[in-house]
T-cell receptor, first 112, second 111 residues
Framework: NAGVTQTPKFQVLKTGQSMTLQCAQDMNHNSMYWYRQDPGMGLRLIYYSASEGTTDKGEVPNGYNVSRLNKREFSLRLESAAPSQTSVYFC???????????FGPGTRLTVT | QKEVEQNSGPLSVPEGAIASLNCTYSDRGSQSFFWYRQYSGKSPELIMFIYSNGDKEDGRFTAQLNKASQYVSLLIRDSQPSDSATYLCAVKTYNTDKLIFGTGTRLQVFP
């Protein structure tokens, strides 16, 4: 099992460009999450999907959109990238909201 | 007050010693508690979870939960240099679908 996979691993964008971060899990988990991690700020939840067909905002949703494509896949879209979105993005999944989360390897995004 | 608080460290301990990492939380309705380890440049890796008051042991790791005092701790016995990492505490409260993470404690184990 690959667990949680994310693509791309690295990305550089110019201000105003758009992109989609992809996440997939092969653990048959119901819940999936997107976090960003900045120095000194810890992990902050952007959006999550408690179950297939549902999505909800987290702590820092502005500037992002998500799609729960199916049970396996959960994508994060930046419509118009801003330098403040320079960060490391992690996708995670869990059996359900009360269970432990497993993280993907992360995407390092730089917006210039 | 932050919902989940950890001392940022660094906590420096000699090889072979016990490292004690602490985490306090503000919501008395919290029900699930998790410890993650994160090496520099890597993703968080689950170490342990604990749901009930008391101790839970897994190899060199022991998680301790005290709901009355609203703290959870992680003890690492026989610390090794390879344990040097940032340790994240995460808490799930009763009425949400989300984990709240602390900012982490950096542990340094020196030979």
């Amino acid at each position: 099992n690959a667990g949680v996979t994310q693509t791309p691993k690295f990305q550089v964008l110019k201000t105003g460009q758009s992109m989609t971060l992809q996440c997939a899990q092969d653990m048959n988990h119901n819940s999936m999450y997107w976090y960003r991690q900045d120095p000194g700020m810890g992990l902050r939840l952007i959006y999550y999907s408690a179950s297939e067909g549902t999505t909800d905002k987290g702590e820092v949703p502005n500037g992002y959109n998500v799609s729960r494509l199916n049970k396996r896949e959960f994508s994060l879209r930046l419509e118009s990238a801003a330098p403040s979105q320079t960060s490391v993005y992690f996708c995670a999944s869990s059996q359900g909201p009360s269970y432990e989360q497993y993280f993907g390897p992360g995407t390092r995004l730089t917006v210039t | 007050q932050k919902e989940v608080e950890q001392n940022s460290g660094p906590l420096s301990v000699p090889e072979g010693a016990i490292a004690s990492l602490n985490c306090t939380y503000s919501d008395r309705g919290s029900q699930s508690f998790f410890w993650y380890r994160q090496y520099s440049g890597k993703s968080p890796e689950l170490i342990m979870f604990i749901y009930s008051n008391g101790d839970k042991e897994d190899g060199r790791f022991t998680a301790q939960l005290n709901k009355a005092s609203q703290y959870v701790s992680l003890l690492i016995r026989d610390s090794q240099p390879s344990d040097s990492a940032t340790y994240l505490c995460a808490v799930k409260t009763y009425n949400t679908d989300k984990l709240i993470f602390g900012t982490g404690t950096r542990l340094q184990v020196f030979p």
